[in-house]
């Protein structure tokens, strides 16, 4: 599930990523296309204008030629036309007009190429006696082959400069405007017009393709009617006299420049277009445009398949993460956080949260190696996963400890799953050659709102009801005594101070000898008591598994061992007769290292003889503790008699007698009561055998009655500890009654 959030998460940004990027490229393209387009712009303005300089710069020669001409022809006009003529002629070629000719005041021309006409109708003639320079727009050639002339006129002045003798003009091929204006631009594509303001082509570039009749306006809205707009527009841009550029289409888009000319044609101020395909300026930024494109191409590419190689690698990381924190190293499957992950998703659905444990599973481990051990945690795990059903969850939390999440409604169907799964894991220890695998299993009914970790704290505590336990291995969390749980807090809280404020007393039974003459004393256990300030007293059955829980046990059992030793030295003092008085050991204290070199050391403390307190140690943590092996040979070197405490009270087994070298042998409460009953007595009877065998002596506890006493003493047991000679005693009474 998480992965798949991840992946989504990864994807939008990606997807967000390559938006902003296509954004980012686009806006960056079209600045730039704009940005080329301005400089295109500027590029065909830069080659009109030099259109225009170069067509003005030609008008504004003959003006001047034509000008200074008249200038030569006032002083030899009065001397007759022919003179006149004979003086323009050289100049007719040499500026290539295709004729000059002057004109008197009276209308008469008389022409270079011999034409006399009467031209005082003539609009030039009259701009030039109004002292006007005059051109006029494209006419046909009247006098000679019809084709299209422009005609330049100057006034001739007398002598008087008010005096107008009449008009010199010449008369120009309008098609060799076309030269002139046929300046090489974008490389021979471009093309230019002069025209007048209503559109009339005065000449155009002989390259150009465009077929106009006169008027380019009118040939344009033609050539298609969508170029309507751009020609209603350059009319008005041209009427007043603007410069600009405008898209018309021809054959494809182009644009056209369009420039006032300085001079006047017919009186009518006229302009030159420059007119480019767009195609032609595109293909100018289209390289520029096309490394753009690999540009930020190549960017778009290595910023992606970075942001991908990250992601990748990132993803990769984060799995592996993932998998580490979701993963049971073991199992290969889900752990405790995953369990809570899965048990979110399912927020709302009510089931039982079961929290499993195995009782004494150390045993597995510590008779048939970790690697059996792990192999039969592997297993259980199997079955687990075999007993839920799809929509449940199962979790190994840590070693011995397993958490399902079952979706039944029923009790009864749930403890028959549960007793399926104990068969199926009984069943694995025989399939795997292992001590008995016993699970037992805390229950606690989620409604579905509350949190795993209090659902879970709660299941644990219903599990508590169940360890160690032999009729039932399941408990659900309403059988919870919470008066305990807050009674256990309470001492757990007090355990400190209750050592500082010597609240434990060290109580004290005899033990006699199981002489049939006469039962002596033979020495005594000392047993804790906590005194409570308000003068009551806790049995240690209520601290001291809890201390053993929380390791405080150690202190305790030191604590006792202490004041034994110190109690011997004072009546060792004082002359009193010394008597063993054992000391009992928890197994959790025996898991602390150097415990034997503690004991040793507080017996040099006290100088007191290992002897006189001999060390009782439960059968049970024979089994769970291998080493205990080396600590008994430890302890027995340091010279400590030792004893096997509670043997028969269920961890029975007389197999280690013979492995482990205990001294005595203390007989559970639980053994002793069966005498009677005569399964029960051959037990006893085989077991003291046994152990007598092997060396060890003989205690039995919790002898309570007479004939328990008698059936011992027959069997030649040692010695006997039980109510039937004593209760456990505080010290000022065991002292006043045994201590001589
Ligand atoms: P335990 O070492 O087996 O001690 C014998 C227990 O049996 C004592 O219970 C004693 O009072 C009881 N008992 C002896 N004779 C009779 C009898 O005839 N009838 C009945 N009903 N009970 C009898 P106690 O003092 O309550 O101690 C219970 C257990 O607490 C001890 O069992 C021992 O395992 C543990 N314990 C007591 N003191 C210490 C201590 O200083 N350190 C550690 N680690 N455990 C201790
Ligand atoms: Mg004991
Ligand atoms: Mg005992």
């Given at each position: 599930m998480v992965k798949r959030k991840f992946k989504w998460f990864h994807i939008a940004l990606l997807a967000g990523a390559v938006l902003i990027l296509l954004f980012a490229f686009t806006w960056c393209k079209m600045a730039i296309r704009r940005e080329l387009q301005t400089q295109i712009q500027e590029n065909l303005k830069d080659v009109a204008s030099q259109n225009v300089l170069a067509f003005e710069a030609d008008i504004r020669d003959k003006q001047n030629l034509l000008v200074g001409m008249a200038e030569e022809v006032k002083g030899v006009m009065e001397e007759g036309h022919r003179d006149v003529i004979n003086m323009l002629e050289p100049f007719t070629e040499t500026y290539q007009f295709k004729?000059?000719?002057?004109?008197?005041?009276?209308?008469?021309?008389?022409?270079?190429?011999?034409?006399?006409?009467?031209?005082?109708?003539?609009?030039?003639?009259?701009?030039?006696m109004r002292g006007n320079f005059y051109i006029t727009g494209p006419v046909d050639d009247t006098l000679g082959d019809e084709e299209k002339i422009t005609i330049?006129?100057?006034?001739?002045?007398?002598?008087?400069?008010?005096?107008?003798?009449?008009?010199?003009?010449?008369?120009?091929?309008?098609?060799?405007?076309?030269?002139?204006?046929?300046i090489d631009s974008f490389g021979g594509e471009g093309y230019n017009y002069i025209i007048e303001k209503d559109g009339t082509v005065i000449a155009g570039s002989p390259h150009s393709t465009l077929r106009i009749k006169s008027n380019i306006l009118t040939y344009m809205e033609e050539l298609d009617s969508k170029n309507q707009k751009s020609t209603d527009e350059l009319q008005k841009e041209m009427e007043s006299g603007k410069t600009g550029s405008i898209v018309l289409k021809l054959d494809d888009d182009n644009y056209v420049y369009y420039m006032p000319i300085h001079y006047s044609f017919n009186n009518e101020p006229c302009y030159m277009l420059t007119i480019v395909p767009?195609?032609?300026?595109?293909?100018?930024?289209?390289?520029?445009?096309?490394?753009?494109?690999?540009?930020?191409?190549?960017?778009a590419v290595v910023i992606l398949v970075t942001a991908f190689v990250y992601i990748y690698t990132y993803q990769k990381g984060r799995i592996k993460l993932l998998q580490l924190a979701y993963t049971d190293s073991l199992t290969k499957s889900d752990n405790y956080a995953c369990f809570e992950l899965k048990l979110e998703e399912k927020k709302g659905v009510s089931g039982?949260?079961?929290?499993?444990?195995?009782?004494?599973?150390k045993i597995v481990n510590n008779t048939c190696g970790v690697e059996k051990g792990d192999e039969a945690i592997l297993n259980v795990w199997l079955i687990l996963r075999k007993a839920i059903r799809l929509d449940e969850l199962a979790a190994r939390i840590s070693a011995d400890n397993f958490i399902l999440f079952?979706?039944?409604?029923?009790?009864?169907?749930?403890?028959?799953?549960?007793?399926?799964?104990?068969?199926?894991?009984a069943q694995l220890s025989v399939e795997l050659n292992i001590p008995r695998l016993s699970p037992y299993f805390g229950i606690y009914f989620m409604k579905g709102t509350e949190s795993l970790e209090v659902a879970y704290s709660c299941a644990n505590e219903a599990k508590h009801l169940v360890k160690g336990r032999h009729d039932t291995n399941y408990a659900f969390y309403d059988e919870v005594d919470f008066q305990q749980i807050m009674e256990r807090k309470e001492l757990e809280d007090r355990f400190e101070s209750a050592l500082e404020n010597c609240e434990f007393e060290v109580w004290y039974q005899p033990k006699y000898s199981a002489d049939k003459v006469k039962a002596e004393i033979v020495g005594a256990e000392a047993l804790i008591r906590w005194r409570k300030p308000d003068g009551s007293l806790i049995p240690p059955f209520k601290f001291i598994p809890l201390f053993e829980k929380n390791g405080l046990i150690s202190r305790l059992d030191e604590y006792v061992f202490r004041a034994v030793c110190e109690q011997q030295k004072e009546w060792e003092h004082a002359g009193k007769g010394l008597l063993p008085i054992s000391v009992n050991i928890s197994r959790?204290?025996?898991?602390?290292?150097?415990?034997?070199?503690?004991?040793?050391?507080?017996?040099?403390e006290y100088a007191i003889e290992a002897k006189y307190v001999p060390l009782e140690i439960t059968e049970s943590a024979t089994i769970d503790n291998m080493e205990i092996r080396g600590l008994i040979d430890e302890f027995h070197a340091a010279g400590f008699p030792l004893l096997l405490d509670d043997f028969g009270n269920g961890y029975s087994?007389?197999?280690?007698?013979?492995?482990?070298?205990?001294?005595?042998?203390?007989?559970?409460?639980?053994?002793?009561?069966?005498?009677?009953?005569?399964?029960?007595?051959?037990?006893?009877?085989?077991?003291?055998?046994?152990?007598?065998?092997?060396?060890?002596?003989?205690?039995a506890e919790g002898v309570e009655h007479q004939e328990q006493v008698i059936f011992l003493q027959n069997l030649k047991c040692n010695d006997i500890q039980g109510f039937f000679f004593s209760k456990p005693l505080p010290l000022d009474e065991y002292q006043r009654q045994f201590v001589i």
């Open positions: 004729r000059i000719g002057v004109v008197y005041e009276n209308g008469i021309a008389y022409t270079t190429d011999g034409y006399m006409r009467n031209l005082s109708f003539r609009e030039f003639f009259k701009q030039a330049f006129s100057t006034p001739v002045y007398g002598a008087n400069p008010d005096e107008i003798m009449g008009a010199l003009f010449a008369t120009y091929q309008t098609k060799k405007f076309q030269e002139v204006i046929n767009k195609q032609v300026l595109m293909n100018r930024i289209s390289p520029v445009l096309r490394y753009v494109n690999i540009l930020l191409l190549t960017i039982y949260l079961i929290s499993i444990d195995f009782s004494e599973f079952l979706e039944e409604e029923n009790q009864e169907v749930l403890t028959e799953r549960l007793c399926r799964i104990t068969d199926m894991i959790a204290s025996l898991y602390y290292s150097n415990v034997v070199e503690k004991y040793k050391n507080i017996l040099a087994s007389l197999a280690t007698l013979n492995v482990m070298h205990f001294d005595i042998l203390k007989l559970d409460k639980s053994l002793v009561d069966h005498i009677g009953d005569e399964n029960g007595e051959k037990l006893l009877y085989y077991t003291i055998k046994l152990a007598k065998s092997l060396g060890m002596q003989i205690t």
